[in-house]
């Protein structure tokens, strides 16, 4: 069963999408390959993260995101992230997503969407101006 898509989409964004929930070791597994998977990209700093199919987020997983994840991943990138992040209908897991979003505002351009080809316009519209 496969729970996860990891691409570089046309050189333009790193997208995450899940089909299904995954354990622990599984789900901390993703994530090192996303990491990996910037440092050989272009574009290191857009990441599309399609969380339809994640289940139910817990707090260390959340933690894992905020704290160590996207922070690594900024540092990769040498620039702020530009985070799109796409809920499902899924209360549980929307409310995950939503609180990590709001957590990641702080160091991170984040925006939630219902739709990916929503998200997908949002990262290619931002305007590549690096601040310092």
Known sequence: ?????????????????????STDEEFYSI????VNLQKTSKIK????????????LSLSRQKMITDELIPLMSEQAGRQMHVALVTGDDVFASF?????GQKLKKT???????KETEA???LLGLEEVQTT
């Open 45 to 56: 700093h857009r990441l599309l993260v399609n969380t339809v199919g994640i289940g139910v």
């Open 108 to 114: 991170s351009k984040v925006k939630l969407f219902n």
């Open 96 to 100: 995950a997503t939503k609180n990590i």
């Open 1 to 21: 069963m496969d729970i996860f898509n990891l691409k570089y989409n046309k050189n333009e964004f790193l997208y995450l999408g899940f089909f299904n929930s």
């Open 31 to 34: 994530h090192r390959e996303l």
């Open 120 to 122: 997908e316009s949002w």
